[in-house]
Nanobody, 126 residues
């Protein structure tokens, strides 16, 4: 079992920055990937950024160049630095530790099973 607790959300104006953090109760299991997901009202939850078991980072196209995902040395803290935020980035953000696999046509690998945090809210005003 891995407990995940997100923090760092808040309200910012467009163009602003936030640094989300996810604290894990233990290191991820062998072969696990780590990722950040988000869900806006009325939309499906989507993967935003991920680190696979080899340490490769991936991002959805909309956030490339603006978001940076990074773990600490023992992978018990997962950060998501978000710069130049737009109203379209507003959502509940969740971290997830789980196995993942790449699928054709997807920027971010598909996660399955694993563990979720409770989320942290990001609001961006124009």
């Amino acid at each position: 079992q891995i407990q995940l607790v997100e923090s760092g959300g808040g309200s910012v104006q467009a163009g602003g920055s936030l640094n989300l953090s996810c604290a894990a109760s233990r290191e991820p299991y062998s072969g696990y990937c780590m990722g950040w997901f988000r869900q806006a009202p009325g939309k499906e939850r989507e993967g935003v950024a991920a680190i696979d078991r080899d340490g490769t980072t991936t991002y959805i196209e909309f956030v490339k160049g603006r978001f940076t995902i990074s773990p600490d040395n023992n992978k018990k803290i997962l950060s998501l630095l978000m710069n130049n935020l737009t109203p379209e980035d507003a959502a509940m953000y969740y971290c997830r530790y789980a196995p993942c696999t790449y699928k054709a046509g997807q920027d971010v690998p598909h996660f399955y099973g694993g563990f979720w945090g409770q989320g942290t809210q990001v609001t961006v005003s124009s």
